[in-house]
T-cell receptor
Framework: GESVGLHLPTLSVQEGDNSIINCAYS??????FIWYKQESGKGPQFIID?????DKRQGQRVTVLLNKTVKHLSLQIAATQPGDSAVYFC????????????FGSGTRLQVQP | DTGVSQDPRHKITKRGQNVTFRCDPI?????LYWYRQTLGQGPEFLTY????????KSRLLSDRFSAERPKGSFSTLEIQRTEQGDSAMYLC???????????????FGEGSRLTVL
């Protein structure tokens, strides 16, 4: 079946560096994408989203890039902080039908002080 | 705090016992979702309610699982005759009705962790 996946299970960066977390999706019908952050023992927390009619969206210290040609999504975190250490999930949604997100398996971001 | 709340946060049970989890969504949200998450994996969709109607169930939701949302507000997820493979975090999420600027974002609770011995 079609799924959302991530390239790297663990990413380790130095505090202050920029982080890039990648995600590949296979369902060309997906038209909405979200990045979630999940800290240990907590539920996923919304970071940023993007619709398929956009290729870039910026938030506070975060940027999401969408390349529909190669079905690739990335999350860029500027000036990574220790508080950014968590597991990051991308999720996809198809506007038609149910609005239940399909999640990938996640990337763990470790920020070294 | 008016976020999604789940109860209990942790449940340890013996194989074969029944367990029930409760979810209270954000009050104005009419959509409610249950997900299951195992260690190192992303959340997996189980079922979805719009108001009191259960609109979709994943194939992961075996006949030992039942979810209800009788009044369109809180929801319960019951697992009968628990098995060790049911050990996971059960996450509840809610979302608001589609609006022009609706993003489709799901708001998650902190989850109910189930350990089946």
């Amino acid at each position: 079946g079609e799924s959302v996946g991530l390239h790297l299970p663990t990413l380790s960066v130095q505090e202050g560096d920029n982080s890039i977390i990648n995600c590949a999706y296979s369902n060309s019908a997906s038209d909405y994408f979200i990045w979630y952050k999940q800290e240990s023992g907590k539920g996923p927390q919304f970071i940023i989203d993007i619709r398929s009619n956009m290729d870039k969206r910026q938030g506070q210290r975060v940027t999401v890039l969408l390349n529909k040609t190669v079905k690739h999504l990335s999350l860029q975190i500027a000036a990574t902080q220790p508080g950014d250490s968590a597991v990051y999930f991308c999720a996809e949604n198809i506007s038609t039908g149910r609005r239940a997100l399909t999640f990938g398996s996640g990337t763990r971001l470790q920020v070294q002080p | 705090d008016t976020g999604v709340s789940q109860d209990p946060r942790h449940k340890i049970t013996k194989r074969g016992q029944n367990v029930t989890f409760r979810c209270d969504p954000i009050s104005e949200h009419n959509r409610l979702y249950w997900y299951r998450q195992t260690l190192g994996q992303g959340p997996e969709f189980l079922t979805y309610f719009q108001n009191e109607a259960q609109l979709e169930k994943s194939r992961l939701l075996s006949d030992r699982f039942s979810a209800e949302r009788p009044k369109g507000s809180f929801s319960t997820l019951e697992i009968q005759r628990t098995e060790q493979g049911d050990s996971a975090m059960y996450l509840c999420a809610s979302s608001s009705p589609p609006r022009r600027r609706n993003t489709g974002e799901l708001f998650f609770g902190e989850g109910s962790r189930l350990t089946v011995l």
